[in-house]
């Protein structure tokens, strides 16, 4: 099976050609910081693999500022915007000199959706599927001027809704929220869990990665991901912090959080003011699997919607560490997600602040009187997140029937999810 992938240029990635057995095809820039580091000839940068985690500078300061409160003003769907053209463009030509049996958009970014609605006039009969990794108008803030761009925001998107013959999303909640405030057709929207990658079969033997601290914490935690405000921030995590070392004074020194991920400027201060915590910037799956492996307990920081479910939701899972997860709704995509699997400490937060109750389960935990641990997954678990399952779950929905197995190195399913 043959798997074509439209991406946008950048810095220091390959060029078009075949890669890990799928055609890569680039065509313009997703976002204006991408267009910026292209001129200048960066290869590292904020939002680079690699570029570790430092203070931001006046200049970033001044164009974060920029990008929020001008940028984000007029740019309309989203900041890959400047993406959509040449990438139509490219996706028409390609399939005006190929025959392809299916169109898959991921988002985010919406833009890619719209490049799906592009394609659905020209070629009406190419079956197409929409994985809305994120429902776009339905956020905690608007992806845009919602003054300005709000009606026509929803109007696209119940029109691609409606135009494309399926629609994935990867929760119950996110499935009824299109339902019920865009009216889509639920039989169209369908819940396909998400990706495990790489598989547990490729997993080599986690290498250690250097940890900033003491060396030898009683309990290591680690955080993987990046925060968003208003959807996911670490106010309340820093109050827990705050609160349990006025409580277990003993604790100072003896618990390290280590978070990898994107940390955005407006984080920054606030996430440095606390000794425990030690900043890695974005680091390779590779960094991250292996970090993963020498923590003792996960972090999850919960969103304060019920709709949308983090994609390392299934790494964590597939880690088998135990994971605290500070929860802000009572329907939590992530508590529903876990399941009844062993090894979640799910703490309420209400107000910025972790509840009385849940906080003194905390404190139990520490004390060695609660434990949720964990002894690993079992790799049956693990077979719904895998690329081969979640393959062939878009090839049925599309009414293509699936490739058989075949030789290490063929691609089998669509990439891009």
């Not at 890990?20 to 200048?40: I, M, P, Q, T």
């Not at 898959?104 to 799906?116: A, D, E, N, Q, R």
């Not at 790489?198 to 925060?227: C, D, I, K, N, W």
């Not at 400027?265 to 960094?287: K, V």
Request: proline share 7%.
């Amino acid at each position: 099976m043959e798997v074509h992938v439209l991406c946008s240029r950048r810095r220091g990635c390959p060029a078009d050609g075949l890669l890990n057995g799928v055609w890569v095809h680039r065509a313009g820039f997703d976002s204006l910081k991408e267009v910026l580091y292209y001129l200048l000839g960066s290869k590292g940068g904020r939002g680079r693999v690699g570029g570790g985690a430092s203070r931001p500078g006046w200049g970033l300061r001044v164009l974060t500022w920029l990008y929020k409160y001008l940028w984000k003003n007029i740019y309309f769907p989203d900041d890959a915007m400047l993406w959509y053209f040449p990438a139509r463009r490219r996706a028409r030509r390609l399939l005006q000199v190929q025959s392809f049996d299916a169109v898959l958009t991921v988002s985010l970014p919406f833009t890619g959706h719209l490049i799906g609605l592009y394609l659905r006039k020209r070629f009406p009969a190419l079956p197409w599927l929409a994985d809305m990794g994120d429902p776009f108008t339905i956020q905690a803030q608007a992806p845009n001027n919602s003054l300005l761009y709000g009606r026509w925001s929803r109007f696209l998107e119940k029109k691609i809704l409606r135009r494309a013959d399926v629609a994935v999303v990867t929760n119950d909640g996110a499935q009824r929220a299109l339902k019920q405030v865009l009216g889509a057709d639920e039989d169209k929207i369908t819940v396909v869990q998400p990706l495990l990658h790489p598989e547990p079969h490729e997993v080599p033997v986690a290498r250690a990665v250097a940890l900033a601290g003491t060396g030898s914490p009683v309990l290591r935690l680690g955080y993987f991901g990046a925060f968003y405000a208003p959807t996911r921030t670490p106010d309340a995590f820093l109050d827990l912090l705050k609160r349990t070392f006025e409580h277990r004074p003993d604790w100072r020194g003896r618990l390290e959080v280590h978070v990898f991920g994107d940390i955005f400027p407006e984080f920054w201060d606030q996430l440095q003011q606390q000794p425990a915590i030690h900043l890695y910037g974005l680091r390779s799956r590779q960094d991250v699997r292996a970090a993963m492996y020498q923590m003792d307990l996960l972090l999850n920081i919960g969103n304060i919607t019920d709709y949308q479910l983090p994609s390392k939701a299934v790494d964590y899972f597939a880690s088998g560490k135990p994971v605290l997860h500070l929860s802000f709704v009572p329907s939590d995509p992530f508590v529903s997600f876990w399941g009844e699997e062993p090894g979640l400490l799910r703490l309420d937060v209400e107000n910025k602040q972790v509840t009385g109750p849940s906080f003194v389960r905390w404190l139990c935990y520490l004390d060695g009187a609660c434990t949720c641990l964990r002894a690993g997954v079992a790799r049956a678990a693990l077979r719904p997140f895998t690329v081969g399952t979640i393959g062939r779950q878009y090839l049925e929905l599309l009414g293509i029937a699936p490739p058989n197995v075949s030789a290490r190195g063929t691609v089998e399913v669509p990439a891009g999810r």
